[in-house]
């Protein structure tokens, strides 16, 4: 073989070592390059993955402080309920007293009623029975005669006297127009207090005197 031959052939291969050189190096290029880009493109979902889960994290909060005033709500709610309870037991047991209260009261006040109309029919039949007439007065020496002041007289009182009746401890006098034969008619009076022109005055165990208005007072024997 001739030296220019072999020269050649040394060149020959020589190029086409440094061409698979150059083909191994450009493969390795692009490969570091697809790695390059891929681990761009990881970080990026890594960072994407870093940003859902803070927004998940104070999503997490939020809702804790959200149960946190519910759980408050609930508690003053349900302290509300313990007190509204025997508030409303009370109320009720209230209503029932007043309403039994009322029931006996118009029982007693149609008693009272009744009792005082039996004695008005008693008091106008003794009216009307005869009065004993009295002996003339015997004749004695004349003597001066006294001047007395005139004797009030008795004046009807405008209604009729049922009864006493209690109210807190203070006594109070139950009147009603004489015809009436309802309840609704019954008036309870206090001292002070006035039915027409008849004001009491005093209310004592067995009568009630009234101050009326142009006339001296009255006294009203109590049944």
């Keep these: 073989m001739k030296a220019s ?3 050649t052939l040394i060149v020959g291969l020589l190029c ?16 570091v390059t697809e790695l390059g880009n891929a681990n761009a493109q990881h970080l990026q979902i ?18 804790q402080h959200a149960l946190k005033d519910l759980k408050q709500m609930v508690d003053s709610g349900e302290q509300q309920v313990n007190t509204l309870d025997p508030m409303l037991d009370q109320w009720a047991q209230e209503i029932k007293e007043l309403r039994d209260g009322l029931a006996d009261r118009a029982t007693t006040a149609d008693m009272n009623a009744l009792r005082a109309r039996l004695e008005h029919v008693e008091q106008q039949l003794l009216d009307l029975k005869p009065q004993p007439t009295l002996p003339p007065p015997t004749s004695s020496p004349a003597k001066p005669k006294k001047t007395s002041r005139p004797k009030s007289a008795l004046l009807p009182p405008p209604f009729s006297v049922l009864s006493v009746e209690s109210r807190g401890g203070e006594p109070f006098l139950a009147v009603a127009p004489p015809d009436s034969r309802s309840l609704n008619d019954i008036r309870l009076l206090h001292n002070g207090e006035q039915l027409g022109t008849w004001r009491l005055k005093v209310l004592e165990p067995k009568a009630a005197i009234f101050a009326v208005a142009a006339q001296p007072d009255q006294t009203v024997q109590l049944p």
């Design 46 to 63: 890594l960072q994407t993955l870093q940003r859902d889960s803070s927004d998940l994290k104070d999503a997490q909060e939020t809702l």
């Design 16 to 31: 086409l070592a440094v061409s698979g050189l150059s083909g191994g190096l450009y493969n390795q290029y692009q490969r």
């Design 5 to 7: 031959t072999f020269q």
